[in-house]
């Protein structure tokens, strides 16, 4: 079945340093979207990459999707506190009717002061 | 426009007892999620449906597990007979019927089986 690997599980980095969480599946993806869940909070969508090879940037964010369209990347530039939190990558698959999204376990972010 | 509503927020039940978890989706929302989180952990899917329909409940348990999305009203994930494996977050979440786009997701509701 489809399967989506998140690595690392855990990042731990000084304030200004960058992180990077990488998402990678078994099977082609039609859409991949993240999500950041703040400690004891609930998971908020952040972006959705459809394109192969599509780069997209929210302020020190930057989104990639793979040119196959089976990877993706979250990068943050030199990481604030607010930065800390728990972030998903879940993949799309075209499903017919069906548009349950594939989890990764997630990447928890701490960013020491 | 108000975002997914969850209800309640956290809810303690004995073994044995019944919980009846609340979802209101987005308002124009008609597909609607329910996920599982324990402590430190991803999120596990249990269901999916649209109005009236089960779209896909690979994740539910088989047994105590049941999910409804009436025409009227909010979703319902309904646990009979509940077991301390159950106290969990469990997440609601919404999307729109036509395109595919981000969950919206609610606040969660924190079962707590004592």
């Known amino acids: 079945g489809q399967q989506v690997m998140q690595i690392p599980q855990y990042q731990h980095v000084q304030e200004g340093e960058d992180f990077t969480t990488y998402c990678n599946s078994s099977?082609?993806?039609?859409?991949i979207q993240w999500y950041k869940q703040r400690p004891g909070g609930h998971p908020v969508f952040l972006i959705q990459?459809?394109?192969s090879g599509e780069v997209k940037k929210q302020k020190r964010l930057t989104f990639q999707f793979g040119e196959a369209k089976k990877n993706s990347s979250l990068h943050i530039t030199a990481t604030q506190t607010t930065d800390v939190g728990t972030y998903f990558c879940a993949g799309g698959y075209n499903a017919g009717n069906n548009r349950k999204l594939i989890w990764g376990l997630g990447t928890s972010l701490a960013v020491n002061p | 426009n108000a975002g997914v509503m969850q209800n309640p927020r956290h809810l303690v039940r004995r073994r044995g007892q019944e919980a009846r978890l609340r979802c209101s989706p987005m308002k124009g929302h008609s597909h609607v999620y329910w996920y599982r989180q324990l402590p430190e952990e991803g999120l596990k899917f249990m269901v999916y449906?649209?109005?009236?329909?089960?779209?896909?409940e690979s994740g539910m348990p088989k047994e105590r597990f049941s999910a409804e999305f009436p025409k009227e009203g909010p979703s319902i994930l309904r646990i009979q007979q509940v077991v301390r494996g159950d106290s969990a977050a469990y997440f609601c979440a919404s999307s729109p019927p036509n395109r595919v786009d981000g969950y919206t997701f609610g606040s969660g509701t924190r079962l707590t089986v004592v």
């Open positions: 449906l649209q109005k009236e329909n089960i779209i896909d």
């Open positions: 990459l459809v394109k």
């Open positions: 099977t082609t993806l039609s859409n």
